[in-house]
């Protein structure tokens, strides 16, 4: 099973010495407010729903399977035994289970102090003046009536119809249901912009470009992946490790074209038109093999072969089967036009696909422990906790996050729900119980297939006390991000916020 926040794609520094860098940022956003549509989006819509797993033992043998998998092809590539795309990390995802009155659901771990992983994303996009709308849980839905009241008085929202909650439908489980059900109660006209967002994009608080698309106007349907190379170009360091599974073949390079790899968009862009087209995403996200996914291509290959796009679509359908052979040579991947028609295709709707994205925060959401834990709470806890108070603390962070006085003021009113959550109630212990079970089934699966090394694969991120250890994953290079937050993504926000305050400045009502 997938998580619903997350669309999968069919076949699916110290101080900041790199002037490279600093420079590709800078050129990135100059060039994402110039191109900025003249109609920016006034309405997000975020799902922290995520499908159900019918015992803590299926969701466990899923957890396995997967962490698995992922050791037996690192073990293949070092013996050169695969040209698949490569596993660069082992990490241990998480999945939801509801026994015992607890929904252990991800949108809800705490990622600082008392504040859960969803309250990042609303705030990011309420403080924008833009109305949200979330769907989720019934104790999604709590804190959601927390934040609205303390941004209601804040005077950061200016009505309790800017920030909006969708109760989730236990009996229709699924990503398009998910994204329909937050999208409808918005009050966005037929062509408007419209804004999905992941429940568990953490640390992504520029949402300018994503609230300021250009390339709306002439489309329905927006596909920003996430490509390695964009956002950490060649030379220069990585914040973190990840896996990409796709390649694209852009024709922005300096010889006329660029290979990237590339992850599926943790953010959408469409307008009503467009969010019909994604009902297609579900058949696809039920698959439980690449079979299913290359019928898929075969079918809309089959279709589009009496059409101007028959062309793309078979260029698209021979990547697929080279993906899937493991055939692909280095430098080979899917073109960008090709997928564009293709996905116009597939979602029956005027598509475009690309990989402008430069934001390392969307690449990385919160699938995995380590993700959550191992980056982000290590990243915000640790910079909290260099100050002798707690306020001081948020003082401290705001040196590399605009909204650190909303957190701590959150940090204070989310305080009595601990006591009301079943989740929260059962904190630090059920998370104690999920690693060190986690943990027991890998060592035993990793023993039987001689991949075990020795270490625990899922490091103990909590005390008995429910104190936080920081445990980073191999490839995060916190002090690095550190860096880059303050020197780069804080100012390019403040620029973005400008940008998107002029636009605004000129467009009717």
Request: proline share 6%.
């Amino acid at each position: 099973m997938q998580s619903q926040t997350t669309l999968k794609l069919p076949g699916a520094l110290g101080r900041t010495s790199s002037v490279r860098r600093r420079v590709a940022w800078a050129d990135a956003s100059e060039e994402t407010g110039a191109r900025a549509a003249l109609r920016p989006a006034r309405h997000v819509a975020i799902s922290a729903s995520h499908e159900l797993f019918p015992s803590r033992e299926a969701a466990l043998e899923c957890v396995v399977e997967k962490r698995l998998v992922a050791h037996q092809r690192m073990r293949d590539q070092q013996a050169g035994l695969t040209l698949r795309a490569p596993v660069r990390l082992a990490a241990t995802r998480m999945e939801r289970t509801r026994e015992g009155g607890i929904d252990d659901l991800k949108f809800l771990y705490p990622v600082l102090d008392t504040v859960p992983v969803i309250a990042l994303p609303i705030l990011h996009f309420a403080t924008c003046g833009v109305q949200v709308s979330v769907y989720g849980s019934a104790e999604v839905g709590r804190v959601v009536e927390v934040m609205r009241d303390y941004l209601l008085e804040a005077r950061v929202i200016d009505a309790p119809e800017k920030l909006l909650f969708v109760p989730e439908d236990p009996k229709h489980l699924s990503f398009f249901h998910s994204v329909r059900s937050a999208v409808e109660p918005l009050e966005a006209r037929d062509g408007d912009a419209l804004v999905w967002c992941a429940g568990d994009i953490v640390l992504a608080y520029d949402v300018f470009p994503w609230l300021m698309e250009p390339d709306l106007d002439a489309h329905q349907l927006i596909l920003n992946v996430g490509a390695k190379q964009r956002v950490f170009p060649d030379g220069t360091p990585e914040l973190f490790l990840g896996n990409y599974y796709e390649s694209l073949v852009t024709r922005d390079g300096p010889d006329g074209s660029r290979v990237f790899d590339v992850k599926d968009p943790n953010l959408l862009v469409f307008t009503r038109e467009g969010l019909r087209g994604l009902s297609r995403l579900d058949d696809l996200r039920s698959a439980k093999d690449s079979s299913v996914y290359m019928g898929v291509f075969l079918r809309t290959a089959w279709r589009a072969l009496a059409s101007s796009r028959a062309l793309a679509c078979l260029g698209t359908l021979r990547y697929g089967l080279k993906r899937q052979r493991g055939t692909l040579r280095p430098g080979e991947g899917l073109r960008q036009d090709h997928a564009s028609e293709f996905a116009s295709a597939f979602f029956d709707v005027r598509a475009r696909l690309k990989a402008d994205t430069v934001d390392p925060f969307v690449l990385k959401d919160c699938d995995n422990f380590e993700d959550l834990f191992g980056f982000y709470r290590g990243l915000l806890q640790g910079i909290v906790d260099e100050g002798a108070t707690r306020e001081e603390g948020y003082r401290r962070l705001a040196e590399f996050y605009p909204h650190a006085k909303h957190l701590l003021a959150l940090s204070y009113r989310l305080l009595p729900l601990w006591d009301e959550l079943p989740l929260w109630r059962h904190w630090p212990e059920l998370i104690r119980d999920r690693i060190s079970t986690c943990n027991r089934r890998m060592t035993e699966a990793l023993q039987a297939s001689d991949l075990y090394d020795g270490t625990p694969p899922l490091p103990e991120y909590f005390a008995a006390d429910g104190s936080f250890q920081h445990a980073p994953a191999p490839g995060d290079d916190l002090p690095g991000t550190r860096a880059f937050l303050r020197d780069v993504y804080l100012p390019r926000f403040h620029q973005g916020r400008a940008a998107h305050a002029r636009v605004l400045a000129g467009v009717r009502p």
